[in-house]
């Protein structure tokens, strides 16, 4: 087994494994790989493993320093998963073990791996801070509407009955991006850059839409979804106060859910959200399944591995003071903060 950096010749064979990988995500992709390069401007080191000349296994990282996280090595930055793809054990710990060599060649604090990996690499802690919630679709919706929450039946047959217009593959990103910023700001989040999510609907022109609700002529709800392989993704939706009383996101999502289903997609992913938060119950309503998403840690330096998960007191703290923000002020710092939180 041969370990190599990702060479200009092997993208095109590291995409092909990606494609092939049933534990390869959307974010193996070159692609990301190259926007985080271009907007965050942080040092890829991405490893192949090879047998007979043949791609075995990849591990795509990146070198991080900034005084809230230290300097550390993660698969992968700005991404919910990340870590080891390989064909076999060897493979795996091949690469892990270069990726421990790299960490301490590098001086580095520690090494992160985002996963779905339940057990621990050995010489790693791990934690579990986030859910994703996961349905296995079915050819026939009916069954799903028959699983969730009677609560959300409710709402949406509600919702069917206020002249929404649902509008599930927009390509308005001006108008998503007016709504989600002031979701973000409301929910405590720095937002991510125009640009940074411009770019990422840009270079993945097939694998992003916004679903949109509107009312009147007037988006009252947004959902920023992911297709990719087998899956579909709520990365991110929001509906303002003041239309919650239309149930936009209920009447929105469920048809997302229908049309995948018709489309042949297999599963689909409601995203990550801390245990017992409002985000956590909404989307266990829909009868998913919680899978704990793990990040397990090599720690080369005897220091606390930083917690920026949403369960902190100190990001909860930095939370309610970001909502209490004017929303234009919130827009301007928010890509500033949001590039030191990977």
């Not at 996280?69 to 270069?98: H, M, Q, R, W, Y």
Request: hydrophobic share 35%; net charge positive; charged share 25%.
């Amino acid at each position: 087994m041969v370990i190599e950096e990702l060479r200009e010749k092997d993208e095109k064979a590291w995409d092909e494994f990606v494609a092939k990988n049933h534990n390869a995500t959307f974010f193996h992709q070159i692609g990301w790989k190259r926007l985080v390069e271009k907007y965050y401007k942080l040092k890829p080191l991405y490893l192949i493993a090879k047998e007979g000349g043949e791609i075995n296994g990849i591990l795509p990282l990146f070198i991080l320093r900034n005084i809230f996280i230290g300097k550390c090595l993660i698969s992968i930055p700005f991404s919910s998963l990340g870590g080891v793809c390989a064909n076999s054990a060897i493979a795996e710990e091949t690469l892990i073990s270069k990726a421990i060599e790299l960490t301490k060649s590098l001086d580095c604090d520690y090494l992160e791996l985002r996963n779905l990996k339940e057990e621990t690499y050995r010489n790693f802690v791990k934690k579990n801070s986030y859910f994703t919630f996961r349905m296995q679709l079915n050819s026939d919706p009916e069954t799903l509407w028959k699983n969730m929450r009677e609560t959300n039946r409710r709402y949406i047959r509600k919702a069917k009955k206020n002249n929404l217009d649902i509008i599930l593959y927009s390509k308005d990103f001006q108008k998503f991006y007016r709504i989600y910023s002031q979701g973000q700001r409301n929910l405590g989040t720095p937002i991510q850059d125009y640009k940074w999510l411009k770019n990422l609907f840009f270079n993945f022109p097939n694998n992003h839409f916004i679903a949109m609700a509107e009312y009147n002529g007037k988006a009252v709800a947004v959902f920023f979804m992911r297709y990719f392989k087998n899956t579909v993704s709520y990365i991110f939706g929001y509906s303002p106060n003041e239309y919650r009383r239309l149930y936009p996101n209920y009447i929105t999502l469920w048809e997302l859910i229908e049309d995948a289903c018709r489309k042949g997609y297999e599963c689909f992913d409601f995203g990550r959200s801390v245990k017992s938060s409002g985000t956590y119950f909404f989307k266990a309503g829909w009868g998913a399944t919680p899978l704990q998403l793990n990040h397990h840690y090599y720690v080369n330096k005897p220091k606390k591995i930083p917690d920026t998960s949403q369960g902190n007191p100190r990001r909860q703290l930095f939370a309610h003071m970001w909502k209490k923000l004017p929303l234009p002020v919130a827009n301007r710092l928010g890509p500033y903060i949001r590039k030191y939180f990977p």
